[in-house]
Structure formats: structure tokens, C-alpha cells
């Protein structure tokens, strides 16, 4: 009993540990955001670069996020990364999981082509087509557009992937009993597949905001209009103009890292579900 006990310490304190290592650097981010640019550079090398500037009074803790929304427009950086997040996400959940169902439920020719190709692409940056993706929206006319930013982020073939495994395991009699009442595919496809898709839904819903609130180089790359600009091109705009001040960038950063935190404390058993039950492993 004794040695299983101490098993069980041992167990929760490496996860401690562990724990610790991946907020080591959230914690040192948002106590920084808090502190006077001196102090963070005399508490770095002590354990007081984790805790709070008790030492000033708390009414000046917020002063580096006055400053810097103040100085930088990130307020409508927030605004725009929200848009742009809500018009991907609900255009990717649609054209994914109809690209899934047909791939998961029907039978045509080259089905298992198309398929192998989806997979072969899973491998592919998307850092290696970016000047053929800028060449295509350039003839497009849609540059410096809503348009140019979310169109190539809406088909996905991870999110493909994932809406097809889930599908898979959707038993077929519910959809043979749909035929049997007489309903179409379409039909089938709304009122039956996408209301047992919750999980999967919400999965690709929150990893597909995720990567757009996080995206830079391809709005860097879209946009040239400053008011057009997401959150994390003006975070990058902030650490490269004079003068730059670290608790200035640790409070930006920290309003950058909120959403995140809050989306995976909120949604994580949605996110372990849905993957479940994609077969994942």
C-alpha cells in the first residue's frame, strides 16, 4: 500500500512539474505585463520575475495596457481577427463536411484517388504554395479584400480527414431508414449526419479558429490597408517600432493569448471528443 502511494506522488508530482514547464511562460508573460519596464529586467534572473509587483500599487498594474492601447489600434486588430475567424470557421464547417460526406458516404469513381491525394497534401506546408495562392487571388481582383483573406483558409484537408473519419462511424441503417421516408442526400446529409456531428463540429470549429486568430504571413502577405490588418500583424508591428518596451508587449500579447486560453478551458472535452471519435490516435 505504502509503495503504491508513493507511486501515486511521484506520479502527480512529475505532472506538476510538467505542468509547471508549459506555464512557465504564460505566467512570466502576464506578471510582466503588470510591471514597469525596469522592473522586469531587475526581477528576470529571481523568482520574482513569476510573481506579482507587490510593490507598486495594484491602480498602476494596468498602466502598460493603457499604453500600449493607446498607442497601437488593437482594438480593431481584435475586431478584425474575430471577423475573420467567424466567416472561416462557418464556411469551413460547411464546405468540409460536405467534401467529407461525399467521401465518406458515396460511392463514384476515383473516390479512393481523391481521397489518397487529401492525405498526400496533409504533408505539404502551406508555406510552399503561397506565391501560386497570391498569383491566383492577384487575377482574381480580390487583394486587400475579406474575400482574399478567407477564401483559401475555408477548404481544409485535415479538416476533410477528420469530418470523413467521423462520418465513417455514423451507422449506415440511419441513413437507409432516411431513404426508406423518402428524403435526398441533402436532406439526409442536414436533418440526420450534421446533428449527430457535434463533436467533430466543434473540433474543427475551435482548431479552425485557432490557426486563423493565430494566422500572420498570408494577411501580411493580402492585405495592404493597416485597418485591414488582424491582431498578431499588429503585435509584430508593436515589437518592430521605437520605442519598444517588453511590458508593452507582454500586455499585447497577453490580450493575444486570452481568447486561446479561454476557447481551450472551455471547449478541451469537445476538442477530446470529437477527435476520439475520428479513430485518431
Not at 33 to 49: C, R, V, Y
Request: charge should be positive; hydrophobic fraction near 55%; glycine fraction near 6%.
Amino acid at each position: 500500500m505504502t509503495v503504491k502511494i508513493v507511486k501515486s506522488g511521484l506520479y502527480y508530482m512529475f505532472l506538476c512539474g510538467l505542468a509547471f514547464l508549459f506555464l512557465f511562460p504564460i505566467i512570466w508573460m502576464v506578471v510582466s505585463s503588470f510591471k514597469p519596464e525596469a522592473m522586469i529586467a531587475t526581477d528576470l534572473k529571481t523568482i520574482q520575475a513569476l510573481l506579482p509587483p507587490l510593490d507598486i500599487p495594484i491602480s498602476q498594474w494596468l498602466d502598460p495596457y493603457k499604453t500600449v492601447f493607446s498607442r497601437f489600434d488593437l482594438i480593431r486588430g481584435i475586431g478584425n481577427s474575430l471577423l475573420y475567424g467567424t466567416i472561416v470557421v462557418t464556411l469551413s464547417i460547411l464546405v468540409n463536411s460536405l467534401a467529407a460526406y461525399a467521401l465518406a458516404k458515396m460511392n463514384f469513381p476515383g473516390k479512393g484517388v481523391i481521397f489518397s491525394i487529401i492525405i498526400l497534401i496533409m504533408i505539404v506546408p502551406m508555406e510552399t504554395g503561397i506565391v501560386p495562392l497570391f498569383v491566383i487571388v492577384n487575377r482574381l481582383g480580390i487583394v486587400n479584400t475579406i474575400a482574399g483573406l478567407v477564401a483559401p483558409a475555408i477548404a481544409s484537408v485535415f479538416n476533410i480527414f477528420l469530418f470523413r473519419q467521423f462520418f465513417i462511424g455514423i451507422p449506415k441503417s440511419l441513413e437507409e431508414a432516411s431513404v426508406i421516408d423518402g428524403a435526398g442526400k441533402i436532406r439526409i446529409f442536414f436533418s440526420i449526419i450534421l446533428p449527430l456531428s457535434k463533436p467533430i463540429i466543434a473540433t474543427v470549429s475551435i482548431l479552425t479558429f485557432i490557426g486563423s486568430w493565430n494566422d500572420f504571413l498570408w494577411p501580411v502577405i493580402i492585405f495592404t490597408d493597416n485597418k485591414r490588418m488582424p491582431l498578431q500583424v499588429i503585435l509584430n508591428v508593436l515589437n518592430n517600432t521605437e520605442p519598444v518596451y517588453t511590458n508593452e508587449i507582454m500586455a499585447a500579447l497577453t490580450v493575444s493569448t486570452i481568447p486561446i486560453i479561454l476557447i481551450y478551458a472551455f471547449f478541451q472535452k469537445y476538442i477530446v471528443e470529437g477527435v476520439a471519435h475520428t479513430g485518431i490516435k
